[in-house]
């Protein structure tokens, strides 16, 4: 490899985080090679290649799929018009990577696929490293939208107490750029707190109250924090009975509690946030009948009135539709 293909690496490395992924490597590669479209094809076991960089691949799956691993090919090898130069990986941890050039006119010279055969081995752990961060990512959303449908927001610290990065949404109320805007006791408590993680004094989670709030404070070592803290809303975000489709909510009631059927629709209305009165017409009952169904949920339930059947509910595995 020539001296001056090290910014190629460097692109490769850094464009797998790039939006879109390796657009900055494909540039580098296509003026490198003279090429008129450069292209990286990934595929994970199980799943179909996934095709980056502008326009057609010139290459049908089936093609690539024939190809051997480390051996560049051109367009004689594949019966291919277009000059080309392709080559394909088996990336670490499983899973396969192909590189391809394509270009009008003469066809590429013997050194294209000598670049290719010389940055092979760093595809195959650019791609690796590509799907272990998409992996990262999709556990980081999972957690996220997990996190969102409990109701539960949480911001990084660092030593001083400042935040470092929150969650989306962020806390409402609390957060004003970096600083936590809290009583000046639970400042303090959590100030201290935070200083005894940090010293490595103390590794016990601290449980504070902040108005309608529950928040936990936990150490966390790295990305240069000292502790998280999560906060629980004393109810779910207001949209969140506005995303449950009721005809998905409805059975997951009647597994829950043992409901009948319309037990589960009127419970879901009520859940909504309608009252009993609501729910019944929404539903097409009588007021008796309305009142029939919310003294069957208050028995079913173990409940005393309307507020705590909604809280049971809300407290169960129906908050995370």
Do not use: C
């Amino acid at each position: 490899m020539r001296a001056d293909d090290s910014d190629i690496l460097l692109t490769l490395y850094r464009s797998a985080q790039e939006s879109p992924a390796w657009a900055g490597f494909l540039r580098a590669l296509a003026a490198r090679t003279g090429a008129t479209a450069a292209y990286l094809v990934a595929q994970r076991e199980g799943e179909p290649p996934r095709i980056f960089g502008q326009g057609a691949l010139p290459l049908a799956s089936e093609s690539l799929a024939r190809m051997r691993y480390l051996r560049p090919y051109s367009g004689d090898d594949m019966a291919v018009k277009q000059p080309f130069r392709a080559l394909r990986v088996r990336a670490e941890g499983g899973g396969d990577a192909w590189v391809v050039v394509v270009r009008r006119g003469e066809d590429f010279a013997s050194a294209t696929s000598a670049l290719l055969s010389s940055i092979a081995p760093h595809i195959a752990l650019a791609a690796a490293q590509f799907w272990r961060q998409e992996r990262a990512l999709a556990g980081q959303s999972a957690a996220q939208n997990m996190a969102a449908r409990l109701g539960i927001a949480w911001v990084l610290l660092d030593t001083n107490g400042a935040s470092i990065m929150a969650s989306d949404p962020a806390p409402a109320g609390f957060l004003t750029g970096d600083k936590l805007r809290l009583a000046p006791q639970a400042q303090r408590q959590l100030t201290q707190q935070i200083s005894s993680y940090a010293e490595g004094q103390n590794t016990k989670p601290l449980a504070i109250v902040l108005g309608p709030r529950q928040a936990l404070l936990v150490p966390f070592s790295g990305h240069g924090a000292a502790a998280i803290l999560y906060m629980l809303d004393a109810k779910p975000a207001p949209d969140q009975a506005q995303n449950r489709a009721p005809d998905q909510a409805w059975p997951v009631l009647a597994d829950i509690f043992g409901l009948t059927p319309n037990e589960a629709r009127f419970a879901a209305e009520l859940a909504g946030g309608k009252s009993i009165a609501q729910a019944g017409k929404a539903l097409g009952f009588t007021v008796e009948t309305a009142r029939h169904y919310s003294k069957q949920l208050y028995a079913k339930l173990g409940a005393a009135g309307q507020v705590e059947v909604v809280r049971r509910i809300e407290n169960s595995v129906y908050r995370l539709l």
